[in-house]
């Protein structure tokens, strides 16, 4: 609380700036306190916003996006959705902007704030478009992978199993790009945890997806041999 109130009363923007880098988000005091200096840090920018106009006092557009990008998941970190819904919106808008003048430099942002955007709308009850905004992560994220960002696999596998989990939302007859989705992304997990296990959780949590789907859809047989795997994966991470 008092380091909070230390950050409303600063007016030391590049501190700000270099605090807002280092604060953890561990625990809820730190997630308040990450928060406060996003808002601070977009109070003292001369727009007002943060995220448009000319980059000033240092800040670059890559940056600004960067703060809204951030604003957006602290306030969904302490559950705030409706405030981070338009931070995670402009965070979008900032990063295409940057894609669109400076091609292929900003790709991996650029779907990053998709997913988050598209987890902000699942959350609030708006499945179509947090959909839309997963399948457009994945086209971004894929381009990134066929040209070589094979790191990158685990978040393309995330946004094709986000996209199938908020489809599946949509209503009592399911989409069949929702049991397409899911497939991609078991697959796409695959692929990664052979490289690095650390992607092993998330093949996990895609192994359920898909079971999910494919007992939507009438598949029981299918659907078990999955979720026994999923539960395989769960009890070796454990």
Sequence with gaps: QALAEVVRASSDLRLLTELETLVPVST?????????????????????????????????????????????????????LREALPAAEEAVRAYEDLTDRNPGQFLAQWAGALNNLAQVLGQLGKPAQAADRAKEAAHVYRLLVDEGMTELMPHLGLSFKNQSDWLSELGNRLP???????????????????????????????????????????????????????????????
Excluded: M, W
Excluded at 54 to 63: D, L, Q, V
Excluded at 203 to 232: F, I, K, T
């Design 28 to 80: 809820v005091n730190l997630r308040v306190l990450a928060l406060e200096l996003c808002r601070r840090i977009q109070e003292l920018l001369p727009d007002g916003n943060g995220v448009t106009g000319e980059g000033t006092r240092g800040f670059s557009s890559a940056e600004r996006a960067r703060l809204s990008n951030n604003l957006a998941l602290r306030f969904s970190d302490l559950g705030q």
């Design 176 to 238: 069949p790009a929702a049991l397409e989705s899911a497939s991609q992304a078991v697959k796409i997990y695959r692929q990664a945890a052979a490289r690095d296990h650390a992607a092993l959780p998330g093949l996990a949590a895609s192994l359920v997806s898909y079971s999910n789907r494919l007992a939507s859809l009438g598949h029981p047989a299918e659907a078990l041999q999955s979720a026994e795997e999923a539960q395989r994966l769960y009890d070796q991470l454990r």
